[in-house]
């Protein structure tokens, strides 16, 4: 098995012993987060639109600042909540090291029906977007976060979510949520009843234009067929365009084409579908697919963020202990120990490597 490349802290639980002195493990985090806060800035000066504050955020995370302290309230757009439209807004603010937020300038948006966390037929720039831009950029002015020591500068740069949602007990994240008709569903399951894999494969093929369902179920019968090749293939599609909106066909699809390519040593494919569905809400939420492949499928995830490039270690860092701070989850013994004597085993060689980060920036 090959080794991450990045530390984590001793107790995982996003929290650095407090001492006159920091330690040489805190050093590297502080030095992780430097160098991650001037990447970030200096996408910012150059007027870009794709800047990431992701690793940012995990290191500030590990170190136990700037962490949100109130959140304040939001306003939510009358004609929107009205029409029950919930949305999303990114706004990039402005914070001084002691926590409070100067400026907030909003950045993107997407509305549409339905919770936050699935985004079910969400639009970019979708309805009401204009007034929630204004709540938003209104409302951030209200938080704080607690003091942050390891920089130097007096101001930072930092993105945050401002989510307005109407609750709608029709959309649910946890749910399966398919839009083709129940007349198409009874074909597939007959098909797949019969095993008739090159019936299943004519009849998806025909319509895979017109929900990613189709394409889920194409990658079901070229397995039947015993095109493995063709099936990873076909579930990277699958996940590229349905993101987070089917819930337990996007976790089947993403540990398989996760473990494959992780097989491959394909490091850029394993981290593509893990950005495109987000298994650690399934592997908390989730029930159909065992908690031990999804937990294994995550360790890979980890590991190759950590290869790379940019290498994402602060993503890393935080999968491996939201692994292991619910690894309980695993309910059979034999895998939960396994499952967890491997998380503790890639830590035992990554803590040494980031003291060694921090040695090195101590002595020179």
């Known amino acids: ?8 802290l001793n107790t995982l639980a996003f929290s650095v012993v407090s001492a006159e002195e920091p330690s040489d493990f805190e050093r590297g985090l502080r030095t992780l987060l430097e160098l991650e806060l001037n990447k970030f ?3 910012l000066e150059e007027g870009k639109t794709n800047c990431d504050d992701s690793e940012v955020d995990n290191f500030l995370r590990l170190l136990d600042e700037g962490r949100p302290v109130n959140m304040g309230t939001t306003e939510y757009p009358r004609n929107a909540l009205s029409s029950s439209i919930s949305a999303e807004v990114i706004v ?15 950045t993107s948006c997407a509305s549409g029906k339905g919770p936050v966390s699935l985004k079910y037929k969400w639009e970019q720039g979708g309805r009401y977007c204009k007034a929630f831009r204004r709540m938003a950029e209104k409302a951030v002015l209200n938080r704080s976060y607690s003091p942050v020591i390891s920089i130097e500068r007096e101001e930072y740069s930092r993105y945050t979510r401002v989510a307005f949602e109407v609750v709608d007990e029709r959309l649910n994240p946890k749910s399966q949520l398919v839009e083709i008709k129940k007349s198409e569903i009874r074909k597939i399951s007959e098909l797949k009843r019969e095993k008739a894999w090159r019936e299943l494969r004519e009849f998806v093929e025909e319509k895979q234009d017109e929900s990613p369902v189709f394409i889920y179920y194409l990658a079901t019968a070229q397995a039947g067929l015993g095109d493995s ?18 819930f337990h066909y996007g976790a089947q699809a993403a540990s398989t084409v996760i473990d494959s390519r992780y097989a491959q040593e394909n490091d850029v494919a394993v981290v593509a ?38 290498q994402q270690l602060g993503r890393s860092l935080s999968v491996l202990s939201d692994l292991k701070q619910h690894i309980g989850l695993v309910e059979d013994l034999i895998h939960r120990q396994d499952l967890e004597g491997q998380v503790d085993a890639q830590l ?12 090195r920036d101590s002595s020179g």
Request: net charge positive.
């Open 273 to 310: 579908a893990g950005n495109s569905y987000n298994l650690m809400y399934y592997y908390e939420n989730g029930t159909q697919i065992s908690k031990y492949k999804i937990g294994l499928s995550l360790m890979k995830f980890a590991s190759s963020l950590t290869f790379v490039r940019p």
């Open 92 to 106: 990039q603010i402005t914070v001084t090291k002691l926590g409070e937020v100067v400026r907030g300038e909003a």
């Open 41 to 43: 800035e200096s996408c």
């Open 348 to 359: 035992d060689n990554i803590r040494a490597q980031l003291s060694r980060i921090g040695a």
């Open 229 to 246: 090749e063709e099936v990873v293939a076909t579930l990277e599609r699958f996940l590229q365009i349905a993101k987070n909106k089917y």
């Open 1 to 8: 098995m090959r080794l991450f490349t990045f530390l984590l």
